[in-house]
């Protein structure tokens, strides 16, 4: 009958009655054994968990968390040295998860976000309040990989994504991945594609979207920004835009440990303001501005700017667009600007943009006004910022944060960062936002400096025109039928924010 082997033992395939216990016992200590080992590594395991959670805190908070401490260990241990032996172990609970919302799914979206980080994130919260309000599944938005910054991050290199999908769980479900069934049909190309109309409001993708995905099944955005109007929608919708922004897009750990740690530094010294200095080449290039530049730089933007076929404007007047308040301020003429708002010339002065425009030649104004004029890069090791390097994205969070936290925040441009920033500063209690005209701000620096304004004067007028441009509360402009001229919800989000009268009486 052959022969079975079992824990070592073998046993006659036959042999009556005998032969068969003897085969029962082998394979009952065979089932018994495996068990018995399995539930002994249990304990164990158990065990060594309960001891590291009880001494986590205490001993090991860089292998538990995952991420380099940001205490020394001369500080922690001077911290264990006076901690009583009967001092309790602070337990940190995780906060409840909202219960999912139920709901009839009508199908799947995928979404490719276009742009810089901060167009990126604006497009995301309204991707999540379309998906919500078409009832269908939101699978984890896919950042731009093409564009001038070239950045290769995805989403969770960025922001915290475990947090993103549990926290917006009561409103959409959301996905890190197609579940393979569908994923299989994307594969075949059994989907479709296509860009929304921009500025539309909810009603469109109900009357125009919504059909397609049920459809389909899926269906790819593959244009993001600006396809939510600004106006015009529910009070629910515009506070969810809100709840997605502040509340659900978390940077990672990472990056959010790095920004504490520049903050940190920062404050070490006092005060400090972010200059939004919006003087890099691809600006430049795709403004058509070369103010202070010499023939070569410009030549060198303009054929940058023929490099990229959707960069639509070529042929640019560089005068008459700074004339018209259309072009970044130059490092001289934020120098100027401020100094005649009296900003104290000890106060550190923190650069939130790339590599400037023409390096230290062009710096050299700002920094001799202002000498404490300081960078990511020079406040933090080398080493702290590798894994950042040829991440633009990454690199930008990181700004978005130390913006967030200054003491005032000046921008030269207003471009996609500078308007989320200001919004992001209102709704964390209206924080000094200095919004430059810049129209006006040109005008009167070509008239100081052809003599024909004295400096007490400049600075009397600079600061007139801005006395109501500090990011106090306001009433967003409506302008209809033209929505790029109008404000933007993200830079004046005034359905999320507090009354400022109870704010000062609070």
Known sequence: MGWKVAMGVKVAGGGGAGADKLRVAAVARTRMRPWVLRA??????WTCVVQLTAVGDRWGPRVLKGWPSCRTAPEAAATLATMPLTTPVPVVEKAPLPPKRIYRNNGYLMVSCNGGLNQMRAAICDMVVIARYLNVTLIVPELDKTSFWNDPSEFQDIFDVEH??????????????????????????????????????????????????????????NRTDARLANNGLTLEVQKLRCRVNYASL?????????????????????????????????????????????????????????????????????????????????????????RALDIDRNMQIYIAAGEIYGGKRRMASLTSAYPNVVRKETLLEPSD?????????????????????????????????????????????????????????????????????????????????????????????????????????????????RDPNLLRTS
């Open 40 to 45: 002994t590594t249990t304990v164990l395991l």
């Open 164 to 221: 993103f999908i549990d926290s917006l769980r009561d409103e959409v479900r959301i996905l890190r991945e197609l579940p393979p069934r569908v994923k299989r049909r994307v594969e075949l190309g059994m989907f479709h594609s296509m860009p929304p109309v921009s500025w539309s409001d909810i009603s469109y993708y109900h009357k125009q979207i919504l059909p397609l995905i049920r459809k389909h099944k899926v269906l790819h955005l």
């Open 250 to 338: 978390k940077f990672t750990p990472e990056i959010e440990e790095l920004g504490r740690r520049v903050i940190r530094l920062l404050r070490q010294n006092g005060p400090f303001l972010v200059l939004h200095l919006r003087y890099e080449m691809d600006m430049l290039a795709f403004s058509g501005c070369t103010e202070g530049c010499t023939h070569e730089e410009a030549d060198e933007l303009t054929r940058m700017r023929y490099a990229y076929p959707w960069w639509k404007e070529k042929v640019i007047n560089s005068f008459a667009k700074r004339k018209d308040g259309l072009c970044p301020l130059t490092p001289e003429e934020i120098a100027l600007v401020l």
């Open 385 to 497: 910022l590798r894994f950042f390097q040829n991440h633009s994205s990454q690199m930008a969070a990181l700004d978005y944060l130390v913006s967030l936290e200054s003491d005032i925040f000046v921008p030269t441009y207003d471009g996609n960062m500078a308007k989320v920033v200001e919004g992001h500063r209102r709704f964390m209690g209206f924080k000094k936002t200095i919004l430059l005209d810049r129209k006006l701000i040109v005008e009167l620096i070509d008239q100081y400096n052809s003599g024909s304004m004295r400096p007490d004067e400049f600075s009397s007028l600079i600061k007139s025109v801005h006395a109501n441009r500090m990011g106090a509360a306001s009433k967003r402009t409506v302008i209809p039928d033209k929505p790029k001229e109008e404000d933007y919800f993200y830079a004046n989000p005034q359905e999320c924010l």
